[in-house]
C-alpha cells in the first residue's frame, strides 16, 4: 500500500504517512489523498471497511476478479471497476487486468492484486510534480484513466496487424490450412473479449463524462469526455475487426476452395490427355488375328503419330476453355 | 409447505407453524413469515387465494410450468417468475426450473414444482442465522435470487469448455463429420435458450434494482444491483458463445472441405504419375510387327529407366508446385 | 350477424335480438352488446356506419383482408384488426385469418370474413355463463383475444417437430438434397411470416394492456398482460426458430460436402490401389524380346505375390493417414 | 403546369386560371389552389419564388432529382420529397421518380420532371367531382401520397413471383449458374433499394400522420395514418424478401455442391467397377511363358465370368452403401 | 495561415491583417474574422491559446491527427472534428483528412495539416463576393462543411463503379481468383472506413443542424440540415455497399464451386467414355490360348464397332442426365 498525500498550495505531494495516519488526513478537507492498495495483505484490506466504511458489496467486488467494469455512486464516493490491458507476450492475444476503486471528496483509492503500467507512471508524474493533485481527487482519477485507457491503442493496432498478417498468410498458402484457421478462431475470440470490456467501460466513462456525479467537477467533464473518446476509437475499431475477421473466414475457404479446383484442373486436363493414348496404345495391343494396321511397315510410327495429334488437339481444347495457358491465373 | 417465522428481536427463526397459523402471523407486522411451498397439495395451493388473496392470474401462473421469467406489481405485493438452472448429466445441456413467488411487507412465498438446489441453501442460511431475515422479506427475497442465479456460472463455464472440446474435435477429426455437427446443433440451442431465459430475467432483475418497487427498500437496491451484475455476466457470455458456435460450423466446414483438397491432391498426384507409366508400357504393349525398340537388346531396361525419369521429373513438378514434400502441411 | 346482449344484473345473455333493435340496446348503458358478424351481408355491414357511425376508413380496413394488426383510437371507441392462425393439414404451413373488431363502452362489434375457432368457443362460454360479460365490454374482449392467442401455440409446437424433422432427413440422407432444401425453404417463409404477424400483434396487445386507452379499465389491464405475455412467448419462440433453420442450410450443406468428401475418399482408395497392379500387369504385358522375368519359371507368381505386396503396404499407408478403417467414421 | 382552383361552396373545380393570378387566388383563404409543375419551364419555375416565396434551398431541392425523401417545417407551408416507383418493362428492377411539394393553408404544390401516374388519377377525380378538394388542401394531399403509394403494392407483389421464379430455376437447373446468380444480385439490389426508399418515406409519412405539423388537420390525420399503414406492409414485405433472396445463394450453391455430389459419386462408381476389370485384363495381357490359366481351354470364360462376378459384389457394395438404386435420389 | 475579415456592411473581405490584429479584430463584434490555419507554424499555432483561449484539451486534439470527428460546446466558441476525404490516385481506396476547428460569436477558425480543396472553394469564393460573409460566422461555416461534405459523393459513386467491376471480373472469370478476392477485401476495408466515418459525422452534422448551440442561428438551421442530409444519402449508400460487397464473396464462391463443377463433370464424362473401350481392349489383349473372338477374320472390326457403340450410348446417358450438349449451360 502506497499513500499519497497533498495538502492544498504544498508544492509536494508527501510519501511519509502510513495506514495509521487515514483517518486525520481525511477529516481535513484540504487534503488529497491517493491510496492505492497492489496485491494488499488482509491488514490492509481491512481498512476499506474500517476507515472508510465502503460498502460491503463493493469491497467483495475488489476482492475478487471476475467482474465486469461498473460504475455505482453512494452517498459520499463513487465505487468503479475499470479493465487494464496487457499484451500476450509472442501471440496476438492480451490479458486483462482489473482495477477497482473509489473517489471521494478529497480522495483517490486504487486496488489491484495485478501491477498496472499506468499506475505506475502516474505515480511518477505526482512525484515529479504537483501538477496532477492540484485540481482534485477527480482530476487525479481522470488521470490514472487516461493512463489506462491510453494502453488499449497498441493492443487494436496489433489486431489490425495480425488480420493484415493472417490474409497474407491465407493467399501465400504457406501455412496449414488447419493452422490458419486456428489463428483466425484465436483472433476472433480475441477481439470479441476486446469488445465485450471496451463497451461496458465505454458506459462507466460515458456516465462519468456526462455530469452523472456531482463528485467529479463540471469544470474537469471535457477531459473524462476525451479519455472515453479514446476509448471510443478502440470500440470502433474492434467492431470493424470483428467484420473483417469473420471474412477471413469466407477468403480462406474461398482460397481452399479455389486451390481444390486448381487441382482438379490439373487432374483432368492431365487424365484427358493420358486415357485416350491408352486407348490407342490398348487397341493395337488386342490379339486379333487380323488386325491390318498391325502389318503395316510404318503403323507402329503413324500410330505414335496419332497420339501426338491427339494430344494437340486436345491441348489446343482445354486452352480454348480457358483452363490452361492462362497467364493470369495462379495456382 | 414450510413456514419459517422471523420475530423482530428473535435470535432464531421458528418452524413450529402451519398452514392455519398464517393469517394471524401476517396480520403481526413484526412477523417476517417465508412460505416455502414445493410441489404443493391441492390443500396447500388454496391458501395462495384463501389467506394470501392473490389475483387469480398469478395463482394460474404458479401452477402450470410454461411461462417465462417476469415479474408484477400488485396494490401490496409483488409476484415474480424466475427460472433456475440444472445441468443435465452427460451432456452439454440444462434443464430450467420454474420458480415462482411473491413479495409481500412481511412474507415471501415461493412456490415451486421441482425441488431448488438454491433454497435449500437459504434454508440452511435461515435456520443456522436470523442474519438473512433480520434485513426484512425485500433481504430474503433477494438471498434466495442470489443463490438461485450463482447457480448459472457452472453453465456456463460448462459451455466454454464444450465449444473447446468440440473445437478440439474438429481439428483433430476424430469424431465424424455428423457426431460433430450435432453436438454444435445441440449447443447451440442450449445457448439460444439459455439467451432467452437469461434476456428475460434480467429484465426482472434490472426492474428489482432500479427502485421500481417500493416493497424493495431503497439500501436494499445494492444488493439486487449485485444480483443483477452476476446475471449480466452470464448472458453476456451466452452472447459471445453464440458467435462462437456459429463459427464452429464454419470452421468445421472448413477443416472437410480441406481435407476433400488433400485427398483429391494426393489422388492427382498419384493418377499423375502412374497413368504416363501406364501409357508407356501401353505403347510397349502393341502388337505391331514392326517396332524397332522391342529388338533393342536393351529396349525394357532403358524403358524401365525412362518411366524412373518420368517419375522423377513429375515428382520435382509437384514438388516445384507445392503440392508435396510441404513440411508446414497438415494432412 | 349475431348478437348477443346481456343486461347488469341478468342471470343469462339474450340472443333475441336483430339489427334493428341495437340503436335503443346501445343507449342503455346497463347494456353489454357483442355484435359478431362473420361473412356479413350488404345489409348487415351498413349497421357500421349507420348504427355505430365508425370511421370510414375503419370500415374500409375491416371490408378488405389485408391488413397488418393495428389498434387506434377514436372518440369513444377502439378499432382493432388482429390476426388468427390455422394450420393448413398435411404441411407445416399455416393461414392467417383476419379479426377485425370495435370496443366501446357498452359494446364489442367482431368483424371477420372466415369462421374463428376462438370466437366460437366465446360464444359457447357466453351461451353456458353470463360471467364473462358480467365485467364489461373490455373484460369480454380481452377473453375473444385470449382463445384466439392461444391457438398460435400449437403452430409454434409444430415448427420445433418439423425442424426436428428436417433435421433427422438431413442426418440419414433418406431424403434427396432438393426435397430438404424446399422443406427448409418452406419453413422459412413460415417463420418469417409468423414472425412478422405477431410482432406487430404483440404491439397492439402491448398498447392495450399498458393502460394506454381509458376504455380498458385499469382493473383488467392484468389480463390484457396475460395475452400479451403468452404472445410474447410465441413470438420469443418463432425468432429462436429463425435462428435455427438459417442453421439448417449450414447443416446440409457440412453434410453434403461430406458425403462428397468419402465419395472422393473412396475413388482416391481404390485408384490408389488398382492404378499401381495395372501398372505392373502393363509393363509385364511390353513385347520387348529381351525380358528376363518373363522367362523366369515362377515369374507370374512371383508378379501375384509383389501385387498383393503393394496392395498390403498401400493399405497400411491409407490405414496410417486415417483414410480407411476408422472405427468413428460414417459413410 | 396546370391550376385547379375550387372555391369553397363552389360545385365544380375551375381550370381557367394562369400563373398570374395566382396571387390574387391565394390571398383569398376561401380558395384551394393546386398547382401541379410537370417538368417546368424556366418561367413556371420562378413562381417558386416570386410568388410563394419559397426557401431557396428547398426549391433548390426540387430542381434536381437526386433527393431522399424527407418534410420539412417552415412559418407557413409544409416542403416534402417522396418517391414514386414504376416498373422497368421486362426485368424486376423498377425506377423511382422523385415528387417535390409544398403544402400551404390554402394551396398544394407538386413538382416534377417526370411524369406520375397516381397525380394523373387525382386530376381525374377532382375534374370528376369536387368531393377530393371539399375538406381542403391537407386532405387533397393525402389523396395524391395514397394514390402514390398504392402504385408500390404491385411492385412488391412482383418481387414475390420473382423470388419464387428463380426459386423454381434454381431447383430445376435448367439456366446457367451465372444467369441465376445474376439474376439473384440484380434482385438483391432492387429489393435494397425499395428498402432504403421506403424506409425514409415511412418517417415522412409517420410524421405527417402523427400530429407533428399543425398545417394538417386532426380530423384528417386518420387518413395520413392509414397512407402509412399500407406503405409499412411494403416495407415489411421488402424486409423479408431481403433475408429470402439472401437465402437463395444459399440455396443455389446447396443445389450446385449437390450437383458435383452427384458427378462424383457418378465418378466414382463406374471408375470403382471398370478398374478393377481392367487390372484382370490386364494381368492375362501379361507376358509370362508360365501362367497355367492361359493354357486353361475354359480360362478365357472362366475370366468374363469372373469379371461379371467382380462386377455384381461392386454393385452390391455400392448399393448397401447407397450410392446407387436410391428411388428418392436427385440427380 | 491566411485571415480574412470582414466588415459589416462592407463590400469585400479584408485580407491585409496579421497574427497581432487579431485580438483588436475580435473585439469589435461587428467583424466576421476567419483565421484558416494549413499546417501552422509553432508560432501561429500559440495563438489557440494565447489569443483566443481555447481549452487545452481541443487545442491537443487539434495537433494531432487521430480524432474522430465531434463537436463540443464551450462557454462562447464550439468545437469541431470534421473529416474530409480524398481519392488515392489509380485504386479504389481513399484518404481522410482531419479539418478541426473553432466556431465563435464572430470568428471562425480552421486548422488542418493538409490541403483541403474544400477551403480552397470557400476562400475563392469569399474573395469574389462577400456574401458568404455577409450573414455571419455560423453562415460561413455551413459554407466550408457543405463543399466539404460535397465531396463524399464522387468517392461513394466511385464505390458503385467498382462493385459493377468486380462482379464482372468474378463472371468473366478473367482474373484469378486470388486477385478478385484481395480487391473485395480492400473494397469491403474502405466501405467499413467510410461508413464508420460518415456515422460520426453524421452526428455532429445532425446536432449543429438541430438547434442545440445557440451560436448557430436558428434561421440558419435549415443550410446545415441541408448539409446533413448530403451527408445522410452519403451514409445510406456506404451501408447497401457492404451488403453488396459482402454478397460478393458468396457469388464468387458460387462461381468459383460452378468452375469446378464443370471441370468435374468433364472428367466425368471423359473417363466414363474412355475407361470402358480401354477395357474393351484389355479384354482381346489377354493371352488365353483359346479365344474364338480373337480367330474371327472380323473381330477386330466387330470390336472396333462395339466401341463406337458403346460410346454412342454412353454420349445418349450423359446427355438424358443433362450433363452434356445443354444449350444454356455456360462452362
Redesign the interface.
Known sequence: MEIFVYQKGAHQVEEVFTMENIPELLANPDNLVWVDMEAPTVEEDKILSSVFHF?P?TIE?ARVT???P?V?AFADYLFFIVHGVKLETNSFNFLTKELDGYLGKNFVVTYHHENFRSIDVVKRQVRNSSFVCRRGADYLLHQILDELVDLYLPIVDDFDNSINEI?ERI?S???????V??EI?SL??SV??LR?ITSKQLNVLYRLAHGEFPLIEEAHL??Y??VH?HL??VS?LAD?YR??I??L?????????????E??????I???I??????I???????????P????????FI??GLMLAVTVLLLIYFWR???IFQK????
Open positions: 460498502h458489496l467486488d471476475r467482474n465486469a461498473k455505482e490474409e493467399f498458402q504457406q501455412r496449414s490450412n488447419n493452422a484457421l486456428e478462431l476472433k475470440r470479441a473479449r465485450r471535457p477531459f469526455r476525451d473518446d471510443q476509437r470502433d470493424s467484420d473483417l469473420t471474412g473466414l469466407d477468403i480462406q475457404f474461398n482460397v481452399v476452395s479455389n486451390r481444390t479446383n487441382i482438379v484442373k490439373f487432374l483432368t492431365f487424365s484427358g493420358i486415357l485416350p493414348l491408352s486407348l496404345a490398348g487397341i493395337y495391343g488386342m490379339n486379333f488375328e487380323n488386325m494396321e498391325l502389318k503395316s511397315h510404318n503403323g507402329y500410330t505414335l476453355k480457358g483452363w493470369d491465373e495462379d495456382e
